[in-house]
């Protein structure tokens, strides 16, 4: 992040450095979406690009149904449900693409996928997939979410809604086609690849690394120049962002009980019984309490900022020119906020943004919790937490710092259920994966926005740490929403001529191989 | 409570002062329930009582359907289920049961009943009745909660199954039954009655000083002696309780939200954006905070104490009897409790449960409440608690400090929702209600422990204060449990000798009108 970087492609407009992680970031960027001022044409790569397009407009009834098919085939990690099946429909997907080697990785959890494609050329990209999906509420779908209806959305165009269509696997369809289209083109892929599956994404991804640094895994990805994500992050104005790096997330509970503190009732008993029997709510307020200071947003933990390292100057650079281009009325309108913390001007909320670690409530669930009040004193209490991280906290610093915090202050009894999380993630602006997507969208005439930071995260670190310590980051063109939300949706065919559909989509990721093949 | 009172008819033994309110009593007191050692025979009253003991007994059947229809008309004050009609049905239990006079009471919320029965007798004594009942989750019942299912309980004897079993239609029917026997067995009343009803106790009787302090109820209440509410309270060892005095409540939510505040989400936004935007969570969290002091328990509000009075020395001189006739380690077995507030030995923290003021945490929910986590800042938190307040502090002061305290510290924001809530409430041991239930008990061979101060609450402060200044308590035979929980219960037939059943408080009501005739 030190190194000197090639500025980008054309001058950073909307949407602004978006707070929103991979997983919710299209509402958002959506609704922000300012107007670009020249979309630009078409693709305009090396090789035959011609006839790809050609065949990958031939085949795209059999990408729709393929990614029909695939959101029909759900797995869901938090619930344990079809893992097994769900990767091995995964794992056909990649051998009917190419991929000549196609391996099941077997994990402490869910299983994951090991892929490599060899096409002869000099340079090897690597490629993360998550095959595993949100949960859903059927009855909150206009659809059912594993139906993959096709429709017509006013001021979008064909979509094709289901649970996992942009989150992840409209994309990851994208990116099939694109190997498709290769083949039935009879073109020769420009780069190799390494492909890496998991099927736990939505719950923090607490196994990939067994996956990632299994020896082989790790030998293979070693040859890469780099590791994307498909994703399909266009706004309405055509605008993606290029995220240099994510905050990465601990998520925890915190649980006080009669049962562990050794005070207090073990189940609920009567209110009243509170003037002799102390109360695990208030021990938890109390622990709490103890987690921020006075301010109400800045970690009080001890030790929590030892690591934590400031902007650089040339990430104060892309936040000020963001901050410029974007507008802060339609982000304070978009998040329902009528003020940032402190009152900060827009620029200076947005340093904050990316710069300050997060310790949230997601929420709280004590005693009784229906209408009105029932006259108990709980046995126990629960809070929802996740602190996000930055460079240099990582997940375990922050873990311990936690657990030694709570000890040293009389609330050692309380549980910290550690349930995710990983370190932070960078990735350098003058790596090839980055300079080779400012490329692609110049030529798609997109505007694309370097974003220092997502104050959300995605699970970049495992790659871009020791011992795999590779640049990695999302690229996709195309659009779709509702990730982790009902009637979740990806583009096949857009109305909106700066928006790019599955076709557009793909072409984009066939101009991405080229470009990782020929760049400097 | 400062003059001299006659000592409890026998040495108090258990169950324990104990700290549950009337609506969950029975439950604890069946559990805790010492043996008595030489349990009484029979009543021995004025009148003919042999006459009305055998009206009694022949109009057992009837007596019984009468409690089975009541509970299958409910009224729900909760949901404002059916309020018109259960009070029309009561209304026509009461005219059965010889009341010339029943008017219905509108009020601001559930309408209310006055019922006077001239005796023409010397006295006049004043009963309160509750005709709501607590709402029900039909899916925890064994049998449906309105069918009032007769059923055998080992151990107990012949129950019927419904809610307003205990809480309060089967005490409050042998109570009718009392007056339907001395009219079949050709007895006159030996005391004239003064009836007020009230359909909103389970939400804490927000209405019920309407009905009370209206001009014509206000003027019969001033011809009684005291009032009492129909219970049937015996635990297992046949032992009762004589409450002097209760807590009384306040009850409310304080709840946190970007809307009021203006600051923070105005709904859940992602949980990433707590970098920049404010979390109404943790502000609910440093409020609540400031409510209790660093002890955990010891409310903290401006002023709390100011009003609150020590125990005096023969309330100090009833709990130390309670203690040592009660068993500690029953009620930490009964409560889940391995220890009690600052490890007090038994008599201390039987001091403390009932002279100390308490503001309890009954609920806590914000954002995502349900199995592991979700990256939301909430834009809304909740926290459910209730006040126990001691004499002589009062329901609106304590209310104006709550608010207080929290507006001087910044949180004036946060709404302070009150749901309900009365004074606490007292009643001299020397008053003849008193007196005249350590008669009955005594003649019944039952042992009455003399309660200073329930640590719950019941809504007698609306009969002891002015404008009414009246003693006010609960009496009864006779034994149920189950209140405000699945399959509530009375005990119609008890085979266990030393609890009554149905008749058997049907009997204890008449003596105790007999009692209150001719006591001095």
Redesign the interface.
């Known amino acids: 992040m030190t190194s000197p970087a090639s500025p980008p492609a054309s001058p950073p407009a909307s949407p602004p450095a978006s ?3 991979r ?2 970031l299209l509402a ?1 960027t959506a609704t922000l979406a300012a107007v670009l001022a020249v979309p630009g044409p078409a693709f305009a790569a090396s090789g035959d690009t011609k006839a790809i397009r050609a065949a990958a407009e031939a085949g795209k009834a059999d990408s729709i149904k393929r990614l029909q098919d695939w959101i029909r085939h759900p797995g869901i990690a ?1 619930e344990n449900w079809r893992m097994d099946e769900s990767c091995d429909y995964t794992m056909g997907l990649l051998k009917d693409a190419g991929f000549q080697m196609v391996t099941k990785m077997p994990t402490d959890g869910a299983p994951g996928i090991f892929a490599t494609l060899d096409a002869g050329a000099k340079r090897t990209v690597g490629i993360y997939f998550m095959y595993d999906v949100k949960q859903v509420n059927p009855t909150e779908w206009a659809t059912p979410p594993f139906d993959a209806v096709i429709s017509e959305k006013p001021g979008y165009g064909t979509i094709i809604t289901g649970r996992g269509a942009i989150n992840q696997k409209g994309p990851e369809a994208a990116f099939l086609a694109a190997l498709h289209a290769f083949k039935a083109a009879g073109e020769k892929l420009p780069v190799n690849l390494v492909l890496v599956a998991e099927g736990e994404e939505e ?1 923090a991804s607490p196994h990939f690394h067994q996956i990632v640094q299994a020896p082989a895994v790790l030998a293979a990805l070693k040859e890469c120049e780099g590791i994307i994500i498909p994703s399909a992050w266009q706004a309405r104005n055509g605008g993606v962002e290029i995220n240099l790096g994510a ?1 990465g ?1 601990l ?3 915190l649980i006080a009980s ?1 049962e562990r503190w ?6 609920d ?11 695990p ?3 938890l ?2 622990a ?2 103890t987690l ?1 200071a ?1 301010d ?2 800045t970690p009080a933990i001890d030790g929590w900022f030892d690591n934590v390292r400031p902007l650089s100057p040339r990430e104060k650079q892309l936040i000020a020119l963001n901050a410029a281009a974007s507008s802060e009325a339609e982000a304070k309108a978009a ?7 402190n009152d ?1 001007p827009w620029q200076t ?2 340093e ?7 310790v ?10 229906g ?9 126990r ?1 629960e809070a ?3 602190c ?1 991280l930055v460079p240099n906290q990582t997940k375990a610093e922050a873990e311990a710092k936690l657990r030694a915090h709570l000890a040293k202050r009389g609330f050692g009894d309380i549980e910290v259920r550690v ?2 999380g990983y370190d932070p993630t960078e990735t350098a602006e003058n790596s090839r994966i980055i300079r080779a997507q400012q490329a692609v969208y110049a030529r798609a005439g997109v505007t694309a926005t370097l974003n220092p930071r ?4 995605w699970p970049g670190s495992v790659f871009t740490q020791p011992p795999v310590s590779l640049p990695a980051g999302q690229f996709g063109l195309g659009h779709g929403a509702g990730a982790h939300a009902p009637n979740e949706y990806f583009v096949i065919d857009s109305t909106n001529p700066k928006v790019e559909g599955l076709v557009g989509s793909t072409m984009g990721f066939v101009d991405f191989l080229y470009e990782m093949a020929a760049i400097s």
Do not use: C, M
């Open positions: 707070p929103i992680d997983r919710t958002g938090a719950i905050k997330p998520e925890f509970q009669g050794g005070r207090g009732p073990k189940g008993i009567h209110s009243s019984l509170h003037a002799q029997v102390e109360s709510v208030w021990h307020v109390q709490l309490n921020v006075a109400g947003h998040y329902g906020v009528k003020a940032w913390i900060e909320s947005l904050r943004l990316a710069s300050q670690p997060t949230n409530i997601q929420g709280l669930v004590a005693g009784y919790t209408p009105g009040g029932k006259t108990v004193l709980p046995g209490a929802k937490l996740e996000r349930t995710g997502l104050a959300g995260s």
